[in-house]
Structure formats: C-alpha cells, structure tokens
T-cell receptor, first 111, second 115 residues
Framework: EDQVTQSPEALRLQEGESSSLNCSYT??????LFWYRQDPGKGPEFLFT???AGEEKEKERLKATLTKKESFLHITAPKPEDSATYLC????????????FGTGTRLLVSP | GAGVSQSPRYKVAKRGQDVALRCDPI?????LFWYQQALGQGPEFLTY????????KSGLPSDRFFAERPEGSVSTLKIQRTQQEDSAVYLC?????????????FGPGTRLTVL
C-alpha cells in the first residue's frame, strides 16, 4: 500500500529563516510526486511535480528535490505570505491516477 | 481562466438526510476526482472518472456514497442517510490528461457538517 509521511507536523519560522520540509514515501512504482500548498478554507494549490530521483524544480522561494525514498521542499528566506499547509502526494502504478497524500506540514512564518 | 468550482461551499445536514454535492471541472478536462479531507488530515481519494466512465471507486467508504458524471463534465457526489462521521471537506479535482500523471487542479471544496 502506498504511503506518505510528512515531517515536521508544524514549523514556525522567522521571516528570512530558511528551512526544509520532508516527505518520505513508499510506493509501488513511482509515477509522480506532487507538492501542493493549501491555505485555510481553500483547496490545494499545485506547486510541483517530480518524476525521478535527482530531479529538482524551483518556483520563487521554493525548491523541491527528489530521492528514491523522500522529497524535500526547501524554503529560502521565507515571507509571511508563505504561511500555509504544504501537502505531499504520490501516484504509484496502481489505482489509475489517484493521489495518496500525507497529512501535511503547517508552516507559520512570523514577520 | 475559470478553475474548478464546487457548490454548495457549505452544507449542514441532519443525520439521516441525503445530500448532493456538485463539481464543475475545468472545461475540457478529461479526468475528474473526488477526495474527502477530514480536519487536520490530507485529502483521501474517493473516486475517479475518465469522461463519463467511473474507472475507480475503491475509496468510497460505504454504499451510501454514490458519484456520477453522466455527460463527462459536471459531477455530483451523493451521500445517502448521512452520518456524523461523514462530516468533512469534500474536494473535487480535474486533470487534462488520462494516462500521464499530470497535476490535478482542485476546487475550493464543500464543507459538510452532519448534526
């Protein structure tokens, strides 16, 4: 059964204090690892898709990396508007296109 | 452009009532998904449509849950005889492709509260 574990559950940073969020996964044949951002009362917003170990993608202050067992979301010099819950999900080679999500990391960036 | 829309945004039901939740996917998107998100948890897969065909309903928690997409666009998730454990946010997502694992675009969700 595909599984995703995210850590830490919650993270509090000062503005400008860089850090990383972790997503560990077990999956039968990875066909994509996805990062989403979710603000309170809203649906998840797509950030990145990674397909193979060694792949990296960047968007503004965010950088996602992938190994065979885990993915990291690096946040460089965060701003208060980066505060949100960050969700990691995987798609394996079973169950058509369903995504299996972790429970998320709640990030709070203080000014 | 317009994203995925869902209605109603909030629904309060008395235990035992039937409810219907609507999803309007992004125009032209082939794939449509329903997820259930409990408070403080990640979304959990319920069911998947490719056009009008329901290809995967393995995540539906009981036979009280039923989903349809009769014309391959708008979808409705119906819950019969609602129970308190059905209280959650129900998210709809759509994706433009079928085979390649492209990203899914989510709607704002419907928050269901069963009293």
């Amino acid at each position: 059964e595909d599984q995703v574990t995210q850590s830490p559950e919650a993270l509090r940073l000062q503005e400008g204090e860089s850090s990383s969020l972790n997503c560990s996964y077990t999956v039968s044949g990875l066909r994509g690892l996805f990062w989403y951002r979710q603000d309170p009362g809203k649906g998840p917003e797509f950030l990145f898709t990674l397909y193979s170990a060694g792949e990296e993608k960047e968007k503004e202050r965010l950088k996602a990396t992938l190994t065979k067992k885990e993915s990291f979301l690096h946040i460089t010099a965060p701003k208060p508007e980066d505060s949100a819950t960050y969700l990691c999900a995987v798609r394996g080679n079973t169950g058509f296109q369903k995504l299996v999500f972790g429970t998320g990391t709640r990030l709070l960036v203080s000014p | 452009g317009a994203g995925v829309s869902q209605s109603p945004r909030y629904k309060v039901a008395k235990r035992g009532q039937d409810v219907a939740l609507r999803c309007d996917p992004i125009s032209g998107h082939v794939s449509l998904f329903w997820y259930q998100q409990a408070l403080g948890q990640g979304p959990e897969f319920l069911t998947y449509f490719q056009n009008e065909a329901q290809l995967d309903k393995s995540g539906l928690p009981s036979d009280r849950f039923f989903a349809e997409r009769p014309e391959g666009s708008v979808s409705t998730l119906k819950i019969q005889r609602t129970q308190q454990e059905d209280s959650a946010v129900y998210l709809c997502a759509s994706s433009p492709r079928r085979e390649v694992p492209f990203e899914q675009f989510f709607g704002p969700g419907t928050r269901l509260t069963v009293l």
